[in-house]
């Protein structure tokens, strides 16, 4: 609400605020806002607050506040008798929260507002106006969430709907109102092929995220490229039932969100369809169930052979939902229009009027569904679009683009001959329509995948050519400049059609591009080029549009001009400045690169500070009082000493200076280029104070990489889908270097086991594999994070099979080659022999390994004894890929550390191996194997058998490997392959196990398990998992309690804070008198016995779980204590305690009595109070006796 006054504090230099009160609204409407921002008035009432001080600053907002001012005032038309107060504009940088509307305060990322005439595309300003739109528009509808929270779709898309016709009111053109409509349609429909795109119906409290998750609300076009199921959905509503949806709006509006606080239901009254239409029994309801119907239907128009008409159907669906269609049919030569429904009672219909081959179905504004026409009715539209030449009277602009979209979708799913798709895109040659154009753009796209092959390695029709045929016609009219009217779609057209063109290498494209360059190289002035102001993996290709590949390689000459008083920095070690006399200007000059790709340009104009680490290391940060540098103090020494090991490791290659750029929400957090490194601020801090050990190695984690990434940023190779072999190698590097600097081996094995695990249960649901063909629009998915821990494993596997010797001359080979020329080399193309003997590998390649990247998931290896042999079988699991894959397998027999090497390959799926039988084979995985292993019931007992047997001393099973049988076994055990008592049994040995890698599994198996934690033992149907693991956790317990840990360091410290804390989870006994005892003896000498940051909760929680008579002394004296802190941060802690009566009896002692009047109007205390009374309400919500009290005091208790 606006401001109603202020008054200043006499004694401080604060300042209150006071607002109007509020119309009714839910709390999650409420928000508040504190800033030194600049205030930009657009209006009386409306106000833009930017970080824009400077004039320079303040003009790039130019266009946002000029689409603000005009798309507020025609809502406010729209919306007439609704009055909204005020509207602040609120513009942060790389704010996460970017859909964020609230009542009479707008949330906006800076970046989404920003328009430069100079420098941006004409079609940004269409995405700037499209991302500020719907957040106004839902001003209006912000307020109106209905009873439940699933019903939040209808008014996200009515906010991006009312918007969307906004923008184009506000531009003046209906076409872009059109765009909109096929964009929605088009990522709404294709999205709907393979995910479910219905909203959440009802979801619990955990969920209420959910809502707000992209791929379903992507849908209600919350940015430029986001598109709407529930869009189309309401544009579907308003074509067909117009006058009375005004009238319907204007009562949901009006009633609901300024009258009164109780809810309204928008589809409560049934409305009439306008028109004539035949649908018996209907009722605007049956609209909303468009929203619960599981994808889309597919609507087929046919003329009907025994009979002189058409038959009109739907594609069959089991739903139960009732739901309507209502169908506009139109004879195009004639101009003849028919009403009609199909429903969920009604299937098909026959209709009885003469049959004419120009019979189509009518799409208008919006149709949630695909429409399939027979042979006739095709070859009808065809001949109508292509014999028409660019005058199409009767075929809409929105029709005209779902038939190509249409006939496309339903080619690919073969139920339209490629011929016919073709004849039917034909008339796209005299089309100049940008939004006709749109769904053919896309096909492009999506086909793109395929250009880079050449003409023979397509098994079918040239679809280059055709393409190259289809954008004849178009690029000759942009060339002869026959546009009539010059618009942002014109251009816009005109950049996809030369794009595009130029992409199929059509000459007269290369011609016109080449003449363009001409012409700006001899008149740079008047014939300026824009350049892209970001260059990233895809921005890189507005840069150096021609030479964006990778393995194009040039050296750069570069001299950057800025302020004086700013640093400038590239890629080189800069070689001299020069002042310009007549400015405070000056030119940094830099040493000319190496030869690398333009994927590794970049340059820096910054004011930050640099913290020299050494003489060719700096580190840049916006850290100019010392406890700001001191955050980075660990940074340093971390980036120090795994540069060190780096250097020494490829000591033939010198990279002259690194600087590495510290960036507060830094979004590209994953950039390393040659010499220069950014990172996001946040994973560079260490505070020794505050953080826990483990912190320390995941700083470490997120460095190193980047580092060990300026050995391999420079050769990546001819093809952008080998970027996973670098970015895997970078970080297994990295990795190595870790361990080294840490000195601790044990960092490297939990580093393998964590890729592993993660990796593996991944690939059990996703595509872990790189993407291998990309398209123009796909670049940046190659960056991707998930997929890049599976080459990590195969390089592993590699350097095992080979040996580490061989494996890291082939590695510096490799990058020394990329350093000393221009010419790409293969990483796999020179065989390499397993190390050792290997027995059944014939033909083996280290080319094979390559081949491990594009094996689907991953195989199982079973390992079995022979019934009719002597022996074992080592089979793996079928796979119908063709793809060559070797298998090199490590046995190992446990009892008596006897080895055996052998493979499995493509060509042979199962072998059977002459030693004779013991029960203590193994399949040794060595340093790391991207398989699951799989035993028969001799083989599980066997090894089960020798863990519980040998208590902490297993020389035959190593530490990876013991992670690896917890971590299958589990997994075999979901799957129901592996018995659950075998688990249990397989598990035990981990009682007597105090490795926190070996752990790793387990402790991931507790957080997969925890789901059921809370539930009571009569609840959960099956053996009692809370006492098994329980259990499990006794023997670590005690020696952690008893002190018996022979050796301390950051994993026993991990292993510790693991173990206990899932056992005071589990509410083991001797856990909670654990930490009832620490919190005791902390506060009796707070100084002598401090509590560590990472041992905060576990102290201050568990130590209350115990809090019932005997020891309410320790809750008691606990609470006086730290209600005499200022800060009253541990006041919420009180809240561990599991006796009621302590918290009943003390719960307004904890409020009222405890805090002057002052101390209540104190931020500090309010925030205190909140935490307290959230605490209490998240712990005990589910107590009678707690929340009966909460409420009877709530007046008593809450703020005042």
Same mark, same amino acid.
């Given at each position: 609400?606006?401001?109603?006054?202020?008054?200043?504090?006499?004694?401080?230099?604060?300042?209150?605020?006071?607002?109007?009160?509020?119309?009714?609204?839910?709390?999650?409407?409420?928000?508040?806002?504190?800033?030194?921002?600049?205030?930009?008035?657009?209006?009386?009432?409306?106000?833009?607050? @930017?970080?824009?001080?400077?004039?320079?600053?303040?003009?790039?907002?130019?266009?946002?506040?000029?689409?603000?001012?005009?798309?507020?005032?025609?809502?406010?038309?729209?919306?007439?008798?609704?009055?909204?107060?005020?509207?602040?504009?609120?513009?942060?940088?790389?704010?996460?929260?970017?859909?964020?509307?609230?009542?009479?305060?707008?949330?906006?990322?800076?970046?989404?507002?920003?328009?430069?005439? %100079?420098?941006?595309?004409?079609?940004?300003?269409?995405?700037?106006?499209?991302?500020?739109?719907?957040?106004?528009?839902?001003?209006?509808?912000?307020?109106?969430?209905?009873?439940?929270?699933?019903?939040?779709?209808?008014?996200?898309?009515?906010?991006?709907?009312?918007?969307?016709?906004?923008?184009?009111?506000?531009?003046?053109?209906?076409?872009?109102?059109?765009?909109?409509?096929?964009?929605?349609?088009?990522?709404?429909?294709?999205?709907?092929?393979?995910?479910?795109?219905?909203?959440?119906?009802?979801?619990?409290?955990?969920?209420?995220?959910?809502?707000?998750?992209?791929?379903?609300?992507?849908?209600?076009?919350?940015?430029?490229?986001?598109?709407?199921?529930?869009?189309?959905?309401?544009?579907?509503?308003?074509?067909?039932?117009?006058?009375?949806?005004?009238?319907?709006?204007?009562?949901?509006?009006?009633?609901?969100?300024?009258?009164?606080?109780?809810?309204?239901?928008?589809?409560?009254?049934?409305?009439?369809?306008?028109?004539?239409?035949?649908?018996?029994?209907?009722?605007?309801?049956?609209?909303?169930?468009?929203?619960?119907?599981?994808?889309?239907?597919?609507?087929?128009?046919?003329?009907?052979?025994?009979?002189?008409?058409?038959?009109?159907?739907?594609?069959?669906?089991?739903?139960?939902?009732?739901?309507?269609?209502?169908?506009?049919?139109?004879?195009?030569?004639?101009?003849?229009?028919?009403?009609? @429904?199909?429903?969920?009672?009604?299937?098909?219909?026959?209709?009885?009027?003469?049959?004419?081959?120009?019979?189509?179905?009518?799409?208008?504004?919006?149709?949630?569904?695909?429409?399939?026409?027979?042979?006739?009715?095709?070859?009808?539209?065809?001949?109508?679009?292509?014999?028409?030449?660019?005058?199409?009277?009767?075929?809409?602009?929105?029709?005209?683009?779902?038939?190509?979209?249409?006939?496309?979708?339903?080619?690919?799913?073969?139920?339209?001959?490629?011929?016919?798709?073709?004849?039917?895109?034909?008339?796209?040659?005299?089309?100049?329509?940008?939004?006709?154009?749109?769904?053919?753009?896309?096909?492009?796209?999506?086909?793109?995948?395929?250009?880079?092959?050449?003409?023979?390695?397509?098994?079918?029709?040239?679809?280059?050519?055709?393409?190259?045929?289809?954008?004849?016609?178009?690029?000759?009219?942009?060339?002869?400049?026959?546009?009539?009217?010059?618009?942002?779609?014109?251009?816009? !057209?005109? &950049?996809?059609?030369?794009?595009?063109?130029?992409?199929?290498?059509?000459?007269?494209?290369?011609?016109?591009?080449?003449?363009?360059?001409?012409?700006?190289?001899?008149?740079?002035?008047?014939?300026?080029?824009?350049?892209?102001?970001?260059?990233?993996?895809?921005?890189?290709? &507005?840069?150096?549009?021609?030479?964006?590949?990778?393995?194009?390689?040039?050296?750069?000459?570069?001299?950057?001009?800025?302020?004086?008083?700013?640093?400038? $920095?590239?890629?080189?070690?800069?070689?001299?400045?020069?002042?310009?006399?007549?400015?405070?200007?000056?030119?940094?000059?830099?040493?000319?690169?190496?030869?690398?790709?333009?994927?590794?340009?970049?340059?820096?104009?910054?004011?930050?500070?640099?913290?020299?680490?050494?003489?060719?290391?700096?580190?840049?940060?916006?850290?100019?009082?010392?406890?700001?540098?001191?955050?980075?103090?660990?940074? &340093?020494?971390?980036?120090?000493?795994?540069?060190?090991?780096? %250097?020494?490791?490829?000591?033939?290659?010198?990279?002259?200076?690194?600087?590495?750029?510290?960036?507060?929400?830094?979004?590209?957090?994953?950039?390393?280029?040659?010499?220069?490194?950014?990172?996001?601020?946040?994973?560079?801090?260490?505070?020794?104070?505050?953080?826990?050990?483990?912190?320390?190695?995941?700083?470490?984690?997120?460095?190193?990489?980047?580092?060990?990434?300026?050995?391999?940023?420079?050769?990546?190779?001819?093809?952008?889908?080998? !970027?996973?072999?670098?970015?895997?190698?970078?970080?297994?590097?990295?990795?190595?270097?870790?361990?080294?600097?840490?000195?601790?081996?044990?960092?490297?094995?939990?580093?393998?086991?964590?890729?592993?695990? #993660?990796?593996?249960?991944?690939?059990?649901?996703?595509?872990?594999?790189?993407?291998?063909?990309?398209?123009?629009? #796909?670049?940046?998915?190659?960056?991707?994070?998930?997929?890049?821990?599976?080459?990590?494993?195969?390089?592993?596997?590699?350097?095992?099979?080979?040996?580490?010797?061989?494996?890291?001359?082939?590695?510096?080979?490799?990058?020394?080659?990329?350093?000393?020329?221009?010419?790409?080399?293969?990483?796999?193309?020179?065989?390499? %022999?397993?190390?050792?003997?290997?027995?059944?590998?014939?033909?083996?390649?280290?080319?094979?390994?390559?081949?491990?990247?594009?094996?689907?998931?991953?195989?199982?290896?079973?390992?079995?004894?022979?019934?009719?042999?002597?022996?074992?079988?080592?089979?793996?699991?079928?796979?119908?890929?063709?793809?060559?894959?070797?298998?090199?397998?490590?046995?190992?027999?446990?009892?008596?550390?006897?080895?055996?090497?052998?493979?499995?390959?493509?060509?042979?799926?199962?072998?059977?191996?002459?030693?004779?039988?013991?029960?203590?084979?193994?399949?040794?995985?060595? &340093?790391?194997?991207?398989?699951?292993?799989?035993?028969?019931?001799?083989?599980?007992?066997?090894?089960?058998?020798?863990?519980?047997?040998?208590?902490?001393?297993?020389?035959?099973?190593?530490?990876?490997?013991?992670?690896?049988?917890?971590?299958?076994?589990?997994?075999?055990?979901?799957?129901?392959?592996?018995?659950?008592?075998? !688990?249990?049994?397989?598990?035990?040995?981990?009682?007597? #196990?105090?490795?926190?890698?070996?752990?790793?599994?387990?402790?991931?198996? !507790?957080?997969?398990?925890?789901?059921?934690?809370?539930?009571?033992?009569?609840?959960?149907?099956?053996?009692?998992?809370?006492?098994?693991?329980?259990?499990?956790?006794?023997?670590?317990?005690?020696?952690?309690?008893?002190?018996?840990?022979?050796?301390?360091?950051?994993?026993?410290?991990?292993?510790?804070?693991?173990?206990?804390?899932?056992?005071?989870?589990?509410?083991?006994?001797?856990?909670?008198?654990?930490?009832?005892?620490?919190?005791?003896?902390?506060?009796?000498?707070?100084?002598?016995?401090?509590?560590?940051?990472?041992? %905060?909760?576990?102290?201050? @929680?568990?130590?209350?779980?115990?809090?019932?008579?005997?020891?309410?002394?320790?809750?008691?004296?606990?609470?006086?204590?730290?209600?005499?802190?200022?800060?009253?941060? $541990?006041?919420?802690?009180?809240? @561990?305690?599991?006796?009621?009566?302590?918290?009943?009896?003390?719960?307004?002692?904890?409020?009222?009595?405890?805090?002057?009047?002052?101390?209540?109007?104190?931020?500090?205390?309010?925030?205190?109070?909140?935490?307290?009374?959230?605490?209490?309400?998240?712990?005990?919500?589910?107590?009678?006796?707690?929340?009966?009290?909460?409420?009877?005091?709530?007046?008593?208790?809450?703020?005042?």
């Amino acid at each position: 609400m606006p401001t109603k006054s202020m008054t200043y504090e006499i004694h401080s230099d604060t300042l209150r605020t006071y607002f109007h009160i509020t119309p009714p609204m839910s709390n999650l409407q409420i928000a508040m806002v504190v800033t030194d921002y600049c205030k930009l008035g657009i209006n009386e009432n409306i106000t833009l607050w @930017c970080n824009c001080y400077l004039l320079e600053q303040s003009m790039k907002f130019e266009f946002a506040q000029k689409i603000i001012y005009n798309i507020t005032l025609h809502l406010k038309s729209e919306f007439s008798r609704i009055n909204i107060p005020k509207m602040d504009h609120v513009v942060i940088p790389n704010f996460p929260q970017d859909g964020t509307s609230k009542w009479g305060l707008i949330f906006h990322t800076e970046a989404d507002l920003i328009y430069d005439e %100079k420098l941006d595309p004409v079609m940004r300003k269409m995405e700037v106006a499209r991302l500020i739109a719907p957040k106004i528009a839902y001003q209006w509808f912000s307020n109106s969430l209905s009873s439940a929270w699933s019903n939040f779709w209808l008014l996200d898309a009515l906010a991006t709907m009312f918007g969307e016709e906004a923008v184009a009111k506000s531009f003046n053109n209906s076409e872009i109102l059109n765009l909109f409509i096929i964009q929605n349609q088009y990522e709404s429909l294709h999205l709907d092929s393979h995910f479910d795109m219905n909203p959440v119906e009802f979801p619990s409290l955990s969920e209420i995220n959910s809502l707000f998750s992209f791929p379903r609300y992507m849908k209600v076009g919350k940015n430029s490229i986001t598109t709407s199921k529930d869009n189309i959905t309401i544009h579907y509503i308003v074509y067909y039932m117009y006058a009375c949806l005004c009238v319907c709006l204007w009562g949901f509006v009006i009633s609901i969100r300024f009258s009164t606080i109780m809810s309204n239901n928008f589809w409560a009254k049934g409305e009439k369809l306008a028109g004539a239409y035949f649908c018996p029994n209907t009722s605007s309801y049956e609209f909303s169930n468009w929203m619960h119907y599981k994808h889309y239907p597919v609507i087929s128009w046919e003329r009907n052979t025994n009979y002189t008409g058409y038959v009109l159907s739907r594609s069959d669906n089991t739903s139960n939902i009732k739901w309507l269609v209502p169908i506009k049919l139109m004879e195009i030569s004639l101009n003849v229009y028919y009403k009609t @429904c199909l429903a969920s009672h009604i299937n098909f219909i026959e209709m009885k009027f003469p049959q004419s081959d120009r019979w189509m179905v009518n799409l208008e504004q919006a149709g949630y569904y695909r429409v399939k026409y027979d042979l006739k009715g095709w070859h009808a539209i065809a001949n109508n679009l292509n014999s028409t030449a660019g005058k199409y009277e009767n075929i809409s602009v929105i029709n005209r683009a779902k038939i190509v979209d249409d006939a496309f979708h339903l080619m690919m799913e073969r139920q339209l001959d490629v011929s016919l798709f073709w004849n039917l895109t034909q008339f796209l040659s005299q089309e100049t329509n940008y939004v006709v154009w749109y769904p053919m753009i896309k096909v492009f796209e999506y086909m793109s995948t395929i250009f880079p092959i050449s003409k023979d390695g397509i098994k079918f029709i040239d679809i280059k050519a055709k393409f190259r045929e289809l954008l004849d016609k178009p690029l000759m009219a942009i060339r002869l400049q026959k546009h009539v009217m010059e618009n942002d779609f014109t251009e816009s !057209f005109e &950049q996809e059609i030369l794009k595009w063109s130029c992409t199929f290498k059509h000459i007269h494209c290369a011609n016109k591009a080449k003449m363009a360059l001409e012409y700006h190289l001899q008149n740079p002035e008047i014939e300026p080029l824009l350049l892209a102001s970001h260059i990233q993996a895809n921005g890189i290709r &507005q840069l150096f549009p021609c030479w964006d590949e990778p393995h194009f390689k040039a050296t750069f000459n570069i001299s950057i001009t800025h302020p004086r008083y700013y640093s400038a $920095l590239s890629n080189m070690p800069s070689k001299f400045m020069i002042n310009d006399r007549h400015s405070d200007l000056v030119r940094t000059y830099f040493h000319i690169t190496p030869p690398m790709s333009t994927l590794q340009v970049a340059i820096i104009v910054t004011d930050y500070r640099q913290l020299k680490i050494n003489d060719n290391i700096t580190l840049w940060c916006n850290c100019y009082l010392l406890e700001q540098s001191m955050k980075f103090e660990f940074a &340093q020494k971390i980036i120090y000493n795994i540069t060190l090991h780096l %250097k020494s490791e490829f000591s033939r290659i010198n990279i002259p200076k690194m600087d590495h750029v510290a960036i507060p929400n830094f979004l590209q957090d994953g950039t390393s280029k040659w010499g220069l490194i950014f990172h996001t601020e946040a994973d560079l801090i260490y505070d020794e104070k505050l953080d826990s050990v483990m912190r320390k190695m995941e700083v470490a984690r997120l460095i190193a990489p980047k580092i060990a990434y300026q050995w391999f940023s420079n050769s990546l190779s001819s093809d952008w889908s080998n !970027f996973w072999l670098h970015d895997a190698l970078a970080t297994m590097f990295g990795e190595e270097a870790i361990a080294k600097s840490f000195n601790n081996s044990e960092i490297l094995n939990l580093f393998i086991i964590r890729n592993q695990y #993660e990796s593996l249960h991944l690939d059990s649901h996703f595509n872990m594999n790189p993407v291998e063909i990309i398209s123009l629009s #796909e670049i940046n998915s190659i960056f991707s994070f998930p997929r890049y821990m599976k080459g990590i494993i195969v390089l592993r596997m590699f350097q095992s099979a080979i040996s580490d010797k061989v494996f890291r001359i082939k590695i510096r080979r490799y990058v020394s080659r990329q350093f000393s020329t221009i010419i790409s080399y293969n990483f796999w193309i020179k065989t390499e %022999k397993l190390a050792g003997k290997y027995k059944f590998c014939p033909h083996a390649s280290s080319y094979e390994f390559a081949n491990w990247i594009h094996y689907k998931h991953y195989p199982v290896i079973s390992w079995e004894r022979d019934t009719d042999y002597t022996g074992f079988v080592l089979s793996r699991s079928y796979s119908t890929s063709n793809i060559t894959l070797l298998m090199p397998i490590k046995l190992k027999e446990i009892s008596l550390n006897k080895n055996y090497k052998t493979c499995l390959g493509s060509h042979f799926n199962s072998i059977i191996i002459t030693f004779p039988q013991s029960d203590c084979w193994i399949v040794n995985f060595g &340093q790391a194997g991207y398989y699951r292993v799989k035993y028969d019931l001799k083989g599980w007992h066997a090894i089960a058998n020798y863990l519980n047997s040998t208590p902490r001393k297993y020389k035959s099973i190593s530490v990876i490997n013991r992670a690896k049988i917890v971590d299958d076994a589990f997994h075999l055990m979901m799957e129901r392959q592996l018995d659950v008592s075998l !688990f249990w049994n397989l598990t035990q040995f981990l009682s007597q #196990e105090t490795n926190y890698v070996v752990w790793y599994p387990m402790i991931k198996v !507790f957080e997969y398990m925890s789901t059921i934690f809370p539930f009571p033992e009569d609840e959960v149907k099956f053996i009692d998992i809370k006492a098994k693991f329980r259990e499990l956790l006794d023997k670590p317990l005690m020696a952690i309690l008893l002190k018996e840990h022979l050796m301390e360091n950051d994993f026993t410290e991990s292993f510790k804070q693991e173990i206990l804390k899932w056992s005071c989870t589990l509410k083991h006994n001797q856990c909670a008198v654990k930490a009832r005892n620490t919190l005791g003896h902390h506060l009796q000498n707070p100084e002598i016995e401090p509590v560590p940051s990472e041992w %905060k909760h576990w102290t201050y @929680c568990r130590g209350f779980i115990l809090c019932y008579y005997a020891y309410y002394s320790t809750w008691f004296s606990a609470r006086n204590t730290w209600l005499r802190k200022l800060d009253h941060d $541990l006041l919420p802690f009180l809240a @561990c305690c599991e006796t009621d009566w302590i918290i009943t009896d003390h719960l307004t002692n904890l409020f009222v009595n405890r805090f002057t009047q002052n101390e209540r109007e104190d931020v500090a205390v309010i925030r205190s109070y909140l935490n307290i009374f959230h605490s209490i309400v998240s712990k005990h919500a589910n107590t009678y006796n707690v929340l009966q009290n909460i409420l009877y005091n709530l007046e008593d208790i809450k703020p005042k």
